[in-house]
């Protein structure tokens, strides 16, 4: 057999557990695991080659900075042996040096088809999948049983975790190894998860990483963004088809309420792809290889079309924008890649789809932005009059697994009877698929329902507001083994009783220090034995108080820079003042819900490298030289561009690796 291990090295390292080796061995890739010394102290690709077959691979990052490797069986391929079964998909999170996660998928790959919906499969698929039998989960908590007693004497034993589903132990070296049945959930089939990662983040690649920006934190925070990349600056508000944008045939039928017939949709028209606009946003967006966006333009983007992230390594920063700034309205940002950056972004969609005034018609469903991808943040942004969620996250493919850091965001206003076609229709968000998402800081509000919803995700959600709704979070029944914190966070004027509910025994839920009108009930609504004592170690988020979080979310939150336009005030003040309504059209809120902004002009950058002559030469860097731009003058990991970006000194080196350093000086939080 190809993939075997050394049988001499585990006897060597385990000789009172020589008669139990053989049994280690059918599960090669820990036992090869327990056969090295320090193994979570090594580089994530050598850590790849010395377990895994060549299936495993590399499905997000770099070789220099690997996110997320993954394999799924294949008719070449019977997937990795787990004892007597096979992992039906294999994935390694190294997105966190300080806490990487190797984790087997039994019984179910993860295709949302077979994970959620679908009981009938074609028989190619069946044969690939087929549904286990009951008495593999017994087998398999045997398994795991006898492979602790074999190494007792080394230290194995089963840890203080209690939870009806989940059993979690400690194997010698220091791996904490995870036992999960999820058997019933989904399409109801036998389905287990095995997880191996150090049982404590690894001390000496904690902060191993200068955060995206200082004030970046959370899953998605080490991300380079477009750091070092070509400087792309928008200088025109126009944009332009880049594809051509799909029609819609008269009379096609939509979706529906049950009980309810499904409505007839008025067509539309195909529209051809343009030329380029150069200077435009799109032209930046969909460009190619690393790159940093800014502005030297203010007003109002009117998109044709979604903006569509496909290429990463990207940083947008919608804080170098003069005057007030810019909002982009009409379409929405879809993100489909890993290593991005959004920042003083406003993206408010609404219900004219253009070209010109040209509306949108029932069937037309809109969201603000869509997040699939891993090493992503989302800061200081806001997200406003979708028609349907107004932010999602999909993390369904291995190419799109969430690492995703979403902090300091206003999300509002979900119309409620815009041109959803099934009527009334304000929603918030849609968290769905598989990964980690840190969710700290945001103020949602008048926006009625999934407020959030979601499944399947480890979501870590801390120190946010919620004001007028209907609904607040849910979980999703298909993927009820989400993971959630839910930690001083702040609700306002809402109906619903509870903060989260969840009606399965598959989930992990732990809540603290929240707030929420005094008639209420308590914070979650789940199942009393999935309540936990203590919260899953989630990427570091420094958290406050609920009711400090709410006045500076408040007073800092949201597109603060270049400046706050009338809408954001009026959004904080409505939050604020325990008053407004949620919309039904953008014409509800004042100003038809899109303030003008008076025009503005961009500060002189005579070498066109994103910083300004005068910020240039006050900090002694050559404004007619546009390499200096990508070099980074004080040592600390941010180029000279990054600093302007982030308001920081390009002379005065900082050591931002520390977390006491990790904070925006613009955003002075207690």
Same mark, same amino acid.
Request: aromatic share 10%; hydrophobic share 35%.
């Given at each position: 057999?190809? =993939?075997?291990?050394?049988?001499?090295?585990?006897?060597?390292?385990?000789?009172?557990?020589?008669?139990?080796?053989?049994?280690?061995?059918?599960?090669?890739?820990?036992?090869?695991?327990?056969?090295?010394?320090?193994?979570?102290?090594?580089?994530?690709?050598?850590?790849?080659?010395?377990?895994?077959?060549?299936?495993?691979?590399?499905?997000?990052?770099?070789?220099?900075?690997?996110?997320?490797?993954? #394999?799924?069986?294949?008719?070449?391929?019977?997937?990795?042996?787990?004892?007597?079964?096979?992992?039906?998909?294999?994935?390694?999170?190294?997105?966190?040096?300080?806490?990487?996660?190797?984790?087997?998928?039994?019984?179910?790959?993860?295709?949302?088809?077979?994970?959620?919906?679908?009981?009938?499969?074609?028989?190619?698929?069946?044969?690939?999948?087929?549904?286990?039998?009951?008495?593999?989960?017994?087998?398999?908590?045997?398994?795991?049983?006898?492979?602790?007693?074999?190494?007792?004497?080394?230290?194995?034993?089963?840890? @203080?975790?209690?939870?009806?589903?989940?059993?979690?132990?400690?194997?010698?070296?220091?791996?904490?190894?995870?036992?999960?049945?999820?058997? #019933?959930?989904?399409?109801?089939?036998?389905?287990?998860?095995?997880?191996?990662?150090?049982?404590?983040?690894?001390?000496?690649?904690?902060?191993?990483?200068?955060?995206?920006?200082?004030?970046?934190?959370?899953?998605?925070?080490?991300?380079?963004?477009?750091?070092?990349?070509?400087?792309?600056?928008?200088?025109?508000?126009?944009?332009?088809?880049?594809?051509?944008?799909? #029609?819609?045939?008269?009379?096609?039928?939509?979706?529906?309420?049950?009980?309810?017939?499904?409505?007839?949709?008025?067509?539309?028209?195909?529209?051809?792809?343009?030329?380029?606009?150069?200077?435009?946003?799109?032209?930046?967006?969909?460009?190619?290889?690393?790159?940093?966006?800014?502005?030297?333009?203010?007003?109002?983007?009117?998109?044709?079309?979604?903006?569509?992230?496909?290429?990463? =390594?990207?940083?947008?920063?919608?804080?170098?924008?003069?005057?007030?700034?810019?909002?982009?309205?009409?379409?929405?940002?879809?993100?489909?890649?890993?290593?991005?950056?959004?920042?003083?972004?406003?993206?408010?969609?609404?219900?004219?789809?253009?070209?010109?005034?040209?509306?949108?018609?029932?069937? @037309?469903?809109?969201?603000?932005?869509?997040?699939?991808?891993?090493?992503?943040?989302?800061?200081?942004?806001?997200?406003?009059?979708?028609? +349907?969620?107004?932010?999602?996250? =999909?993390?369904?493919?291995?190419?799109?697994?969430?690492?995703?850091?979403?902090?300091?965001?206003?999300?509002?206003?979900?119309?409620?009877?815009?041109?959803?076609?099934?009527?009334?229709?304000?929603?918030?968000?849609?968290?769905?698929?598989?990964?980690?998402?840190?969710?700290?800081?945001?103020?949602?509000?008048?926006?009625?329902?999934?407020?959030?919803?979601?499944?399947?995700?480890?979501?870590?959600?801390?120190?946010?507001?919620?004001?007028?709704?209907?609904?607040?979070?849910?979980?999703?029944?298909?993927?009820?083994?989400?993971?959630?914190?839910?930690?001083?966070?702040?609700?306002?004027?809402?109906?619903?009783?509870?903060?989260?509910?969840?009606?399965?025994?598959?989930?992990?839920?732990?809540?603290?220090?929240?707030?929420?009108?005094?008639?209420?009930?308590?914070?979650?609504?789940?199942?009393?034995?999935?309540?936990?004592?203590?919260?899953?170690?989630?990427?570091?988020?420094?958290?406050?108080?609920?009711?400090?979080?709410?006045?500076?979310?408040?007073?800092?939150?949201?597109?603060?820079?270049?400046?706050?336009?009338?809408?954001?005030?009026?959004?904080?003040?409505?939050?604020?003042?325990?008053?407004?309504?949620?919309?039904?059209?953008?014409?509800?809120?004042?100003?038809?819900?899109?303030?003008?902004?008076?025009?503005?002009?961009?500060?002189?950058?005579?070498?066109?490298?994103?910083?300004?002559?005068?910020?240039?030469?006050? =900090?002694?860097?050559?404004?007619?030289?546009?390499?200096?731009?990508?070099?980074?003058? +004080?040592?600390?990991?941010?180029?000279?561009?990054?600093?302007?970006?982030?308001?920081?000194?390009?002379?005065?080196?900082?050591?931002?690796?520390?977390?006491?350093?990790?904070?925006?000086?613009?955003?002075?939080?207690?």
């Amino acid at each position: 057999m190809a =993939y075997a291990v050394k049988p001499s090295v585990l006897q060597k390292k385990f000789p009172q557990a020589a008669s139990a080796l053989p049994f280690i061995e059918r599960f090669p890739a820990l036992a090869r695991l327990l056969g090295l010394d320090h193994p979570w102290q090594l580089p994530p690709g050598k850590l790849v080659a010395l377990l895994f077959p060549s299936n495993i691979k590399l499905a997000q990052g770099s070789k220099s900075y690997p996110l997320i490797y993954t #394999g799924k069986r294949s008719e070449q391929w019977p997937g990795l042996p787990v004892w007597d079964q096979f992992a039906y998909e294999t994935e390694y999170y190294a997105f966190d040096p300080a806490r990487p996660v190797i984790r087997f998928h039994i019984g179910r790959p993860l295709d949302v088809r077979m994970q959620t919906l679908e009981h009938e499969q074609p028989d190619e698929i069946k044969k690939l999948y087929p549904l286990l039998v009951d008495s593999v989960r017994t087998s398999m908590a045997a398994n795991i049983g006898k492979l602790i007693v074999a190494l007792k004497p080394y230290g194995a034993h089963e840890l @203080d975790f209690k939870h009806p589903r989940i059993h979690a132990y400690l194997l010698p070296g220091g791996t904490k190894l995870t036992f999960s049945d999820f058997t #019933g959930t989904g399409v109801g089939s036998v389905y287990m998860q095995i997880d191996l990662q150090p049982a404590e983040p690894l001390t000496s690649l904690l902060n191993s990483r200068i955060p995206a920006f200082p004030g970046a934190e959370g899953y998605g925070a080490n991300t380079p963004g477009g750091r070092g990349g070509k400087v792309y600056i928008v200088t025109t508000l126009q944009d332009y088809l880049s594809h051509k944008r799909d #029609g819609r045939a008269e009379g096609k039928l939509g979706e529906h309420e049950e009980g309810q017939p499904a409505p007839a949709l008025p067509g539309y028209p195909e529209l051809p792809a343009e030329k380029v606009i150069h200077g435009s946003l799109r032209e930046a967006v969909e460009a190619h290889g690393p790159r940093i966006i800014l502005f030297a333009v203010s007003g109002t983007i009117e998109l044709k079309d979604q903006l569509l992230i496909n290429d990463p =390594y990207v940083t947008i920063a919608g804080n170098t924008a003069p005057g007030e700034g810019v909002q982009i309205r009409n379409w929405g940002i879809e993100i489909h890649t890993h290593d991005v950056v959004l920042r003083y972004l406003r993206v408010r969609v609404g219900d004219i789809k253009g070209p010109g005034k040209n509306p949108r018609v029932l069937g @037309d469903q809109s969201h603000a932005v869509d997040i699939s991808g891993a090493n992503i943040v989302i800061d200081h942004c806001e997200f406003a009059y979708a028609n +349907d969620q107004i932010v999602n996250i =999909y993390a369904l493919k291995p190419e799109e697994r969430a690492a995703v850091t979403f902090q300091w965001n206003y999300v509002y206003g979900g119309l409620n009877r815009s041109t959803h076609e099934k009527g009334p229709h304000s929603m918030s968000y849609f968290f769905s698929g598989w990964g980690y998402v840190s969710f700290h800081h945001n103020l949602t509000a008048h926006s009625m329902r999934r407020n959030p919803r979601a499944w399947g995700l480890w979501l870590d959600y801390r120190n946010n507001t919620l004001y007028d709704y209907i609904d607040a979070g849910y979980g999703e029944e298909p993927g009820d083994y989400i993971k959630l914190n839910y930690i001083a966070n702040l609700q306002k004027r809402g109906n619903q009783k509870y903060a989260f509910i969840a009606n399965n025994p598959c989930g992990q839920f732990y809540a603290d220090g929240n707030i929420l009108p005094p008639s209420f009930f308590p914070v979650l609504r789940v199942p009393a034995e999935t309540i936990m004592k203590m919260p899953f170690d989630a990427s570091p988020v420094g958290t406050q108080s609920a009711p400090d979080a709410y006045n500076d979310i408040l007073q800092w939150g949201g597109a603060a820079l270049p400046l706050r336009d009338s809408l954001t005030r009026f959004i904080t003040q409505s939050t604020r003042n325990g008053t407004g309504e949620v919309p039904d059209r953008p014409g509800d809120w004042p100003l038809g819900g899109y303030p003008v902004y008076k025009p503005a002009k961009a500060l002189l950058d005579s070498d066109h490298d994103g910083m300004p002559d005068a910020w240039e030469i006050h =900090y002694g860097l050559n404004p007619r030289d546009p390499a200096d731009a990508a070099k980074d003058k +004080d040592g600390d990991g941010y180029t000279n561009l990054e600093e302007y970006i982030n308001g920081t000194n390009p002379n005065q080196y900082i050591n931002y690796k520390k977390p006491v350093n990790n904070r925006d000086l613009r955003n002075p939080v207690k």
